[in-house]
């Protein structure tokens, strides 16, 4: 079974960070590229950052110069780190997979067919 499993969200004053793991099992990451969307309240669900399997990446202008995205395939893991964190960012955060051949660049509206449950992120003083 295919599964991805969120951790490291929680409580975070404004400006704080966070590192959001995102832990596969049952498959290898090593031919999927990955994401990760979010969703706030009230909203859809947005992506918010991609990378491929050669570490091109892709960030939704929001998040640019504060989020990083990175894998390790070796522990099957692709991470978000979130630095100067907003009120705005508040929403549950989810990893996904999509399995393709080798892309150049990655993209929000892949169809991404294996999604962990999410974990919540919460900005507030």
């Known amino acids: 079974q295919l599964q991805l499993v969120e951790s490291g969200g929680g409580l975070v004053q404004p400006g704080g960070s966070l590192r959001l793991s995102c832990a596969a099992s049952?498959?290898?990451?090593?031919?999927?590229?990955l994401g990760w969307f979010r969703q706030a309240p009230g909203k859809e669900r947005e992506g918010v950052s991609c990378i491929t399997q050669s570490n091109s990446t892709h960030y939704t202008d929001s998040v640019k110069g504060r989020f990083t995205i990175s894998r390790d395939n070796a522990k099957n893991t692709v991470y978000l780190q979130l630095n100067s964190l907003t009120p705005e960012d508040t929403a549950v955060y989810y990893c996904?997979?999509?399995?393709?051949?080798?892309?150049?660049?990655?993209?929000?509206?892949?169809?991404?067919?294996?999604w962990g449950q999410g974990t919540q992120v919460t900005v507030s003083s």
């Open positions: 996904a997979a999509v399995r393709v051949t080798f892309v150049p660049l990655c993209a929000f509206n892949y169809p991404y067919h294996v």
């Open positions: 049952g498959f290898t990451l090593d031919d999927y590229a």
